[in-house]
Every structure is written in structure tokens, then in C-alpha cells.
């Protein structure tokens, strides 16, 4: 499997909430982007949060408040976040050993980064090199961006992407940038707010600006909700934007929730992420909801 790698472009930050718009832009704080390139340049070195505090000439404490602000995470969990993104790509696109990929993503240990991979993925390192992981991966990062075939989706949609079903349905009203032209739109729902595996239930549609997605067979509890959509560019390289909401949508049970998500330009604190709609059992639960003629196009 070839997924070739495009770049993506930085956008200022803002806060969207449901059915409002958008709020005044905001400058990013310099020393939470300088931490996150430095992230990104030496993760596979030994980082400690005192390194990155005084790469940026600030106490720890305040660094970690700005950069929690800025990212809605910690410093720690986003560097696992970029090493996890790391590993998963490595799996997926080398022939490294995964003892070689432990060495190249910062941890020192094989059994310490296998239980921590399981825990966080669902599936082992080596479960994760089957085929099917990759042509249903969902890839989101500066250098590795990626949504599987309509084909792959359509078979991913007999079955959710975990063991979880429900009896919630959740409505979301997607809306993409102005002039971004037609995108294919991916919705999935997460038990965390930078998903390392799978979501509890997911929708998308092919060839919108808006368009209204339902999400059936949701199960009781809060979610993350996250949006990821590529957006045709004629014979040049398509085009990503996401979307996500601030904290979490409570579903309760035969619960239903309307919800609007504008889409953006990915901007400089996302996290990467990558997951996959592989390893689900077979149900009616989570069809997808697109039209047959149209592709979701691979980044490959």
C-alpha cells in the first residue's frame, strides 16, 4: 500500500460553538506553536515538559496552562499523540520491524510501547499492518492526510467501527469553508478528544457544501464529535478541513441531538490523527449515508 503525503494549510485560530458563529480570531500564543515544532522535530527523543518550558524561556507551569489553552490538551498527551501518529504510519507505509518503530517514535521499551499501542488503538502494532487497516484509515496530519474509498466506507458501514451500539441518533448540520468547493464529509463520534482508535458510531456524505448528516445506533454517553472532509481540486492535490466541537454531546438513551459543525482550514495546534473504521463487527447499525456515484477519494 502507497499513501502519498500532501501538504496542509495553517489557519488562525478560533472557538466554534453549536449553532453560533464563529467568534473573532484570535493570535496563537508563539510559544505553544514553537513547542508543538519542537514536538514535532525531536519526538523521538526523550522530552520532558521542563525541556519544552525552557525551550520557550517560561516556568512549567505556565506552559503547560498556555499550551492547555491553546491545544485543549496537555503537552504530555499531545507529544503521545504525535508518537502514536508516528507509529501508526510507520506500520502502515514501512517494512521497519516494530521493534526498529519503538526505537523511531521515543519510547525504549517494545512491551511498554506494545501495551501502551493495544491500550490506546484496540488492536496490537502487528494487527495493525492488516490491509484493511490501511484502506479504511482516517489520517489528518501536516505531512499524512487520507480518507478511504467510497467503496471501503460503504463495506465499513455495515458495522461500527467498535463493539459499541446504541439507541441515540445525532443530526449534524456540516457546513464547509467558503470556496473550498465540494467535499466528501466523514462524521465520527469519540470516547476522546485526539481518538486513537475507532468511533462509536460515524456518517458522511459525498460531494456537499452542506449538507445533513444522521448518525444512528449511538450509544449512551458523551462524545467527541469530529468532522473530516477533502474537497476536490481539480487535477491538483484535494484539499482537507475538519471540524469539532467544544466539549462533549451527551446522548442519552433514544436521545436525539441537532447540532451544526462549520468546517476550517486545520490549524497549527490540531493534533495528527489517524484511526481506522477496520476491526468492527457486522451490523445494520451505521450505513453510510452517501450516494453510490460518488468517491471518497483515497490521498494515494
Known amino acids: 500500500m502507497q499513501l502519498r503525503t500532501v501538504a496542509m494549510a495553517a489557519n488562525e485560530k478560533g472557538v466554534t460553538e453549536p449553532g453560533r458563529p464563529p467568534e473573532p480570531a484570535s493570535p496563537l500564543q508563539p510559544a505553544v506553536l514553537q513547542a508543538i515544532t519542537a514536538m514535532h522535530a525531536r519526538y523521538f527523543d526523550p522530552i520532558t515538559l521542563g525541556d519544552l518550558a525552557a525551550e520557550v524561556f517560561v516556568s512549567p507551569f505556565h506552559f503547560s496552562r498556555i499550551f492547555t489553552k491553546a491545544t485543549g490538551v496537555t503537552p504530555g498527551r499531545y507529544l503521545t499523540a504525535i508518537r502514536l501518529f508516528e507509529a501508526k504510519r510507520l506500520l502502515l507505509t514501512t517494512s521497519l520491524t516494530v521493534s526498529d518503530i519503538v526505537c523511531s517514535v521515543g519510547y525504549s521499551s517494545v512491551g511498554t510501547f506494545t501495551s501502551r499501542f493495544t491500550r490506546a488503538v484496540g488492536m496490537t502494532p502487528t494487527q495493525y499492518r492488516d490491509p484493511e487497516v490501511g484502506e479504511l484509515l482516517v489520517a489528518l496530519a501536516p505531512h499524512f492526510q487520507r ?61 456537499v457544501l452542506s449538507a445533513d448528516i444522521e448518525i444512528q445506533n449511538v450509544p449512551e454517553g458523551r462524545w467527541t464529535v469530529i468532522g473530516v472532509a477533502e474537497h476536490a481540486a481539480g487535477t491538483a492535490a484535494s484539499t482537507f478541513s475538519m471540524g469539532t466541537l467544544p466539549g462533549r454531546v451527551d446522548i442519552t438513551r433514544y436521545g436525539r441531538v441537532h447540532l451544526r459543525m462549520p468546517m476550517r482550514a486545520p490549524r497549527p495546534t490540531d493534533a495528527p490523527m489517524a484511526i481506522t473504521l477496520a476491526g468492527g463487527p457486522s451490523s445494520a447499525g451505521n450505513r453510510m449515508t452517501m450516494p453510490a456515484p460518488e468517491y471518497l477519494r483515497a490521498v494515494a
Open 147 to 207: 480518507l478511504p474509498t467510497l467503496e471501503a466506507l460503504h463495506s465499513a458501514g455495515m458495522g461500527s467501527a467498535t463493539m459499541r451500539s446504541g439507541t441515540g441518533t445525532i443530526s449534524v448540520r456540516v457546513e464547509t469553508p467558503r470556496g473550498a468547493g465540494p467535499a466528501s464529509v466523514l462524521i465520527g463520534l469519540f470516547a476522546e478528544s485526539i481518538p486513537q482508535c475507532g468511533p462509536v458510531a460515524f456518517g458522511g456524505r459525498a460531494n
